[in-house]
């Protein structure tokens, strides 16, 4: 696969990795471990809620490597200094707000020096500001309210467009960029300049996203003023997205290998995030979108029917088995089961027919998927008790699935083309009224589908660019909302694939599963320090804040594909196939599966984090001794949060790029990723183990018919929390999707279409001419006023020379 390469190994020899911490993280329980009397492993149920970003905190301290420590210290000296060569021997906390604007503006005038000593110290006393001018609080709650007050400050004055400037000069500093490719190793000491001013604008933009009721009202009014200035292209004429997409880029092709490239993701990501709108308003945005084109509503909420779910079983291990094993041994010699348990098995699993008990049992051992709970205690799957949650999230379903089926209008098409051919013998093309002749059962059939017709908004849009496209005249001009998402989209439009291949190339550079290469692109440079460590405290220190870098990186990267391709869909879906296929095309469907063929549960309980060092505990805090014991043991949680979102978000896009895909299905086939999901079920987090289903399901008919009966508990897990689909014979592989397919004549059809359309609504210096206005007045012609170049109007006698006087004129021709 060539995306790209690994970051490089940790600095230390063998013996101290040896002595390396397990990989870490945030998280709690929900339930205590169960070990059910059928001896399944003792897998918790994760408490983990989803979000668009984890808790504030968190947030903040994953801006900051444990290397970059000792700066915290050296802003406060620089803002003391500035501070108290202007003010009295006041706190910050202690003066009023006219004092605090007036130095505000002070610090904003000096970021214009020209000296770049003075200026870095004048932006780290910014910086200072924006951390919360900490030396003076008290507690982490003291700083954060310091923090948005000072944030707020800071971009009232201007502080923000001065940044812009200040980070597109050091992007522009050639000197800094042929010196780092000069070197042969990068450290943090390369990229302090761009270090100090990304960390300035993530807590800017981190900060005034943050939903707070306190807020002041003239805060709203500047917080959306804000967002739509971040999302236009009022800095250097692009969206700021379009100018960090850049930096990436160019740090990826190697000409600017000291870029701190966690800090610019984690800002891209949270730019994306604050002018696009998250999750949330993914959903409101798509509830608006049905209205305005006349659609229904939708069935549910999805958001709120998957917080509901809970996590089924997890598989068994090896010693499980054969512990099942020898108890199905034991049993066999017992007397019979009672008759009300077998009853009660059967009405509490409608899914296995009553003969099929012996031939499940005899397929356990190969079922390393979803296992049940024994059948005298059975619980309800099909729609298993809620998590708790606050009152208002809570969803009270019916008996039954969790998911209403639905049916596209293609289905409903195929299934009266099939009927019409057996019972009558001919065909009406896409007629779907008409059931002349056709049984009565076939009347129902078609009822029952027509009830659960779902129309995407994605096929209004196609439909609309196909009359585009035929009848470009009577039609008319497309009116384009110029949307935040628009306006990114054309910004980034142009270099798209150049910044897919990008981001995908870190990726799999901080991908746990990459293997160090000599070509490979060094993603370290914001984590490295000066001089390597000498002690083994100090290698096992620079360990967790090297795996921790690359898990951030990992997180920022999936929420920004995942964020750019769901509101790239709802706002077109040929702006979502553009990018999906070149996502595609730069491999990252097999980069994905690379990344979850490992050990996946120690991914996701992983310990890389020092608590005691994260911002903003280090700086209000006295630090204890870290010793190799604590190091070792990490903190008391038992799952890692941003490496749970980042499987979550991964798998997400895995299926959005599948999905409808056939030769994308295929794909997933040909890597061999059924065994690879299967492991991932081990998760007991309901909405990992719901896109694991999914992407299995759209796989099965593939996998053929020993897979399916050796997977049977995997099929009903499909079938209890994936939605259905009707008429769609996912299960058996009888239907016209499982034959063999034109892969490439597929994605060719696909990329036409993406071509057509960009061309006709971006491209408009290559439209049609024959669709273009003709001006026919001679008059008018003769009349339009036309600038001719300097230097024709002072050679004007040579023309007339050389064109007209020494050229004959055949005045016949030129009359007839």
Known sequence: MEVGGNGGGLPVNNKQRAMLPNKGGRGEFLRTPRKDSEGLSEFPDFEFEYSDTDKW???LSEL????????????????????????????????????????????????????????????????????????????????????????????????FSALVELLNMEIDNSAACSSAVRKPAISLADSTDLRVLLNIMYLMVETIQQDDPADKPEWKIMKETFRAELGSPLFNNEPISVMLFGMVTKFCSGHAPHFPMKKV??????????TLGGFEQLQSIKVCK????????????????????RAASPPASASDLIEQQQKRARREHKALIKQDNLDAFNEKDPYKADDSREDEDDNDDNDNSLEPETFPLERDEVMPPPIPHPPSERVSFPKGLPWAPKVREK?????????????????????????VG?????????????????????????????????????????????????????????????????????????????????????ILADVLPEEMPTTVLQSMKLGVDVNRHKEIIVKAISAILLLLLKHFKLNHIYQFEYMAQHLVFA??????????????????????????????YCVVHELPELTAESLEAGDNTQFCWRNLFSCINLLRILNKLTK????????????????????????????????????????????????????????????????????????????????????????????????????????????????????????????????????????????????VFSKPISWEELLQ
Not at 121 to 137: E, H, N, P
Not at 725 to 753: K, M
């Open 57 to 59: 905190a968190a947030e």
């Open 64 to 159: 900051y490597s444990y290397t970059e420590g000792p700066e915290f210290a050296l802003n406060r000296k620089c803002f003391e200094e500035e501070f108290r060569a202007h003010v009295s021997d006041k706190k910050w906390t202690d003066l009023d707000a006219a004092q605090h604007r007036a130095h505000a503006m002070r610090l904003l005038d000096g970021l214009e020096v020209i000296g770049r000593e003075k200026r870095l110290k004048v932006a780290r006393a910014i910086l200072y500001m924006a951390q919360g001018a900490f030396a003076d609080c008290s507690c982490e709650a003291e700083v954060q309210y310091w923090m948005r007050y000072n944030i707020f400050l800071l971009l009232d004055v201007g502080t």
């Open 265 to 274: 993701l984690l800002l891209l990501w949270k730019s994306i995030l604050f």
């Open 290 to 309: 049905r209205e305005e084109l006349g659609l229904p509503p939708l069935p549910e909420d999805s958001i709120r029917v998957i917080r509901s779910m």
């Open 411 to 435: 289905d409903i098409e195929n299934f009266l083309e099939s009927s019409r051919s057996k019972f009558i013998g001919y065909t009406l093309g896409s007629d779907t009224d008409t059931v």
């Open 438 to 522: 056709l049984p009565r059962p076939i009347h129902e059939s078609i009822k029952t589908l027509k009830q659960h017709k779902y129309i995407s908004v994605a096929e209004v849009q196609m439909s609309k660019e196909e009359e585009y496209q035929k009848t470009p005249l009577s039609v008319g001009e497309e009116e384009v909302e110029m949307c935040a998402t628009e306006l990114l989209y054309q910004g980034i439009l142009p270099s798209l694939p150049q910044y897919m291949i990008a981001l995908l190339k870190i990726l799999l550079a901080a991908a746990p599963t990459s293997k160090a290469k000599t070509d490979s692109i060094n």
């Open 587 to 616: 491999n990252c469907i097999p980069l994905i599966l690379k990344f979850f063929n490992q050990n996946i549960m120690s991914y996701i309980t992983a310990k890389n984090s020092i608590s005691v060092l994260d911002f903003p």
């Open 660 to 803: 409808w895909k056939h030769s994308r299905t295929m794909m997933l086939v040909v890597f061999k990723s059924a065994p690879i999901l299967k492991r991932a079920l081990k998760v007991k987090q309901a909405m990992m183990q719901l896109y694991v289903l999914k992407l299995l399901k759209v796989q099965t008919k593939y996998l053929g018919r020993q897979w399916r009966k050796s997977n049977m508990k995997t099929m009903s897990a499909i079938y209890q929390k994936v939605r259905h689909r009707l008429n769609d014979d996912w299960a058996y592989g009888n239907d016209l999707d499982a034959r063999p397919w034109d892969f490439q004549a597929e994605e060719c059809a696909l990329r036409a279409s993406i071509e057509r359309f960009n061309s006709r609504r971006y491209d408009k210096s290559h439209s049609n001419p024959d669709f273009l206005p003709v001006d026919n007045c001679l008059q008018s012609v003769l009349g339009q006023r036309v600038d001719l170049p300097e230097d024709f109007q002072m050679n004007y006698d040579l023309w007339l020379e050389r064109e």
